[in-house]
Each structure stands twice: as C-alpha cells, then as structure tokens.
C-alpha cells in the first residue's frame, strides 16, 4: 500500500494564515524523507487548471517556516467551482503524475477537495485559517499568531485610550466567527465583546461603559468581531449617547500576516508530517485535525458535517472581569 502514493502534489487555498508554509515545509519534507516526489501547485485550485506546477526539493522550503502568507501563494478560482472545472483539475493533476493531493486551507478549500475526491482523486487536508471556525477541529493553523498580532495592537491602542480617556471600537477578524474576537477581549481586558453567537443591544453597550465608569474608569474599548461589523456607527452611537470621545478602528489584514509563533509552527510542522504519513498508510480523502492536544483525523465528509461548538466560558469570563 506504501508503494501505491508515488508523487504527492500539495497547495494552499482560501486566505493565507500564517504557519501555512510551516506546514508546506513539513508536507515537502516528510514526503522526500520517504522517497517521494512533491510537486508543488501556485495559486491553490486555479494552479491545478492552468498546469502552474514545480517539483519540490529540501532547498525549495528551506528558510520557510518563519514566514507569514504562503509561498505557493493563493488565488480565487470561479471555474474551479464547477463540475467540469473539478474534473479539469482532477486530470491535470494526473497528467502530472500526481497520486494524491494534500491541500492546505479553510472550510471552503475543503469542500474543493471534497468535490476532486468524488471524483476519484485522493486528498487530505490540512486546516489553516486565522478565523478557527473549522467544525471538527479544535485549533486550525494560524490561530494563535493572528490572536497575538490582534491582542498586540489593541495593547497599542489601549496606550491612547487612556492617555486621552477615550473609547475605542476596534474590530476583529473572524468572518461570520468569534472565536478571535472573544479570546482576543478576554486577552485585552475589553470592556465590551460584540459577537455573532450572542445577541446583543447597543444599549447594553451604554449599560456597562456608564456601569465601568461609575466605578472609576475612564477609558474603554469595544471589540467587534467582522460577522457584526458596523464599528463607524456603533462608535458614533457611544459617542452620541455617553459623551465619551470614541473612535473606530479596523485591524484588517495584519492579522493575516506576520511570523507565526512556535505554537503554530509546531502544530503546522505535525500536521504537514500527519497528512503525508496518512498518503503512505493508504488513508486517503481525510482531514488532518486537532483533538484535545492530539493530531489525529477524519474521514473529509464527516469532518465537513461537524459544527464547532462556541466556548461560552470565555464570554462569561469576558463579562465578570471587565469591570
């Protein structure tokens, strides 16, 4: 069975996440270490359409695993999405020798995996988004760097905050998710955490700023995570209604970028090593996962069917000790 897997192509799709080329890195290696070739495909799905391909050697991934974004790089790709653009790309990877297929990216990434794995090509996946919003993981790569980059600049902003007893309205990343925004507010003391798993009312907003400043405080930040968007209004809603100097202000895209802290490297580094192993076993259309520390894995259509469950600790946590 361990003869079957020959040349293992490898991309990454979907929003870079920093430690995805910590897991490329692992993927090229691993698969060299056990005499295989890896053929690197640019530009995730529309590289498979448009034969963007490169043989892999040690040297190729060297010097990788410290940096941010991806080294393949990564594209939208409409005719991907398609019937006849899924079989395009399952023949081309074929025509290019290629025996199975290790993608590296979120949620919809894997759904493209799983529409080539109906199609009779094998795949496993690897999950490597900032937003940790796949289903059947409990961490995805690039989690905790996009954590720290966030929690840094609102420590930033925090410094203006009270220097000039204001508010801030600060959003996070996280897509329809607020998985960042909450571990983020507890991590940042934010007076007020705005997520898309907990109905709010901007009045309990003014609620607790006028309930944290009757009891000493005079400066306050608000983290809103993208799903609710809308930090312009809120922070004129703030300002109208309290009196209180408060400015929006979106993070954006430093988020997504950055060198990835040793906790993703590490997780990155096992699973680019799990995924290869699991080819080699003749396990194939698989997801590589995190469960309660360990990596492990899924079969893809279970692991696309899972729902992440919110940790509602945390907004407790947020709300008990943000006073």
């Given at each position: 069975?361990v003869?079957?897997?020959k040349?293992?192509g490898?991309l990454t799709s979907g ?5 995805m080329n910590a ?10 270490h056990?005499g295989k070739?890896v053929?690197?495909?640019y530009?995730?799905?529309k590289?498979l359409?448009e034969?963007d ?8 991934v060297?010097g990788?695993?410290n940096r941010?974004?991806t080294?393949?790089?990564?594209a939208r790709c409409k005719?991907?999405?398609t019937p006849?653009?899924?079989q ?6 074929r025509?290019?020798g290629?025996?199975?297929l290790v993608?590296?990216g979120g949620d919809g990434?894997f759904?493209?995996?799983l ?7 094998p795949?496993v ?11 059947c993981?409990d961490?995805t790569?690039?989690f ?6 966030a929690?840094?600049a609102i ?5 203006t905050?009270?220097?000039?007893d204001?508010?801030?309205v600060?959003?996070?990343m996280?897509r329809?998710?607020?998985?960042l ?5 507890v991590?940042?003391?934010a007076e ?7 109905k709010?009312?901007l009045t309990?907003i003014m ?6 400043t009757e009891?000493?405080?005079t400066?306050f930040?608000?983290v ?9 209004f809120?922070?004129?809603t703030?300002e ?5 100097a ?7 895209y ?5 060198s ?10 096992k699973?680019g ?8 076993e003749g396990?194939?259309n698989r ?5 309660d ?5 899924l079969d893809i259509v279970e692991a ?5 469950d919110?940790?509602n600790?945390?907004?407790?946590v947020?709300e008990?000790l943000?006073?």
């Amino acid at each position: 069975m361990v003869n079957e897997i020959k040349t293992i192509g490898v991309l990454t799709s979907g929003g870079d996440a920093p430690g995805m080329n910590a897991a490329l890195r692992a993927v090229v290696r691993t698969g060299l270490h056990y005499g295989k070739k890896v053929i690197g495909i640019y530009n995730g799905y529309k590289g498979l359409l448009e034969n963007d391909m490169k043989e892999l050697t040690y040297r190729d991934v060297s010097g990788i695993i410290n940096r941010g974004g991806t080294v393949l790089k990564t594209a939208r790709c409409k005719e991907f999405l398609t019937p006849a653009g899924v079989q395009k790309a399952a023949d081309n990877a074929r025509a290019a020798g290629i025996d199975a297929l290790v993608v590296l990216g979120g949620d919809g990434s894997f759904r493209g995996a799983l529409a080539l794995s109906q199609h009779g090509f094998p795949v496993v996946g690897i999950p490597c988004t900032i937003d940790n919003d796949i289903g059947c993981s409990d961490y995805t790569i690039g989690f905790d760097t996009a954590l720290n980059t966030a929690c840094d600049a609102i420590d930033k902003i925090r410094d203006t905050c009270s220097s000039h007893d204001r508010c801030s309205v600060v959003e996070v990343m996280g897509r329809n998710a607020g998985y960042l925004a909450i571990n983020v507010a507890v991590a940042t003391g934010a007076e007020v955490c705005l997520l898309p798993e907990k109905k709010f009312d901007l009045t309990d907003i003014m609620d607790k700023i006028k309930e944290t400043t009757e009891k000493g405080k005079t400066h306050f930040i608000v983290v809103v995570a993208e799903g609710i968007g809308g930090i312009e209004f809120i922070a004129k809603t703030i300002e109208k209604q309290t009196g209180i100097a408060t400015r929006p202000s979106n993070l954006g895209y430093i988020q997504r970028g950055g060198s990835p802290t040793v906790k993703d490297r590490v997780v990155a580094s096992k699973m680019g090593l799990k995924a290869v192993s699991l080819l080699l076993e003749g396990k194939t259309n698989r997801v590589v996962i995190y469960k309660d520390t360990n990596i492990v894995d899924l079969d893809i259509v279970e692991a696309l069917s899972l729902q992440k469950d919110f940790d509602n600790e945390l907004v407790d946590v947020a709300e008990i000790l943000t006073y």
